[in-house]
């Protein structure tokens, strides 16, 4: 677990296999991604050819999500499964609404690092820095951001697009909770998370391709998902499909209502 804050050194990059966070910035135009991403990703629109539109969906659903946090007093802001950075990211959100938001992005992914300048450019009055460690370390994960935030008061944690990368067999609900429990009434958790319920046959289709490419996929349903929120206040509308998310606060994301969007968001509030 370390901090980068400038003079990022060379990092190894495994090429030999697709890996999420490239297959995510492939899915949304980027440039940071190989070959083996792109053929992952070129098999998973023969499944589904919205997979794109759903990316880009759930990058939406975190702009709409992250602004009305900061419109709504929230100064700090915890992203985990930050994923390659792609503009506007979140710190530019909550910092337009609010210039001294601090925001600590985490992720444990090696290509992230080596772009992790990118995610450190945000305003003088506010904070932002990059973290590098893994969900599945919740004690590291909040040790270092007890390095830039103050944990004692409400901080937004956002896992966006990234529990469904953690199987049952590592906890993900109890990472969660783990997570939850080390920050003060107030706090929010904000999650997006793709699930099997409204495309079952392709859902397993992609589960079993990832699965033989070294890629974890845990889909999980609408209770599953729920799950996560236990002990917590929803936010209105409480848990729905991405893009019905306070959609006012965004504008829409192009097909988004041309079929199903296979996924769960919701924001939730610590009591």
Known sequence: M??????????EIDTSRPHPARMYDWYLGGKDNYPVDEAMGKQMLALDPRVPVMARVNRAFMHRSTRWLAEHGVRQFLDIGTGIPTEPNLHRIAQRVAPDASVVYCDNDPIVLAHAGALLRGTPEGRTEYLQADVRDPDAVIEGAKQVLDLGRPVALS??????????????????????????????LVITHATADFTPEESKAATEKLKAAGVTLALRSREEFSRFFDGLELVDPGVEVPHHWHPELGEPVAGQDDGVIPGYGAVARKP
């Open 159 to 188: 896992l966006i697009a990234l529990l469904h990368f953690v199987s049952d067999e590592d906890g993900a609900h109890a990472l969660v909770e783990r997570l939850m429990s080390e920050l003060p009434s107030g706090s929010h």
């Open 2 to 11: 370390e901090f980068v804050m400038s003079g990022l050194s060379p990092v």
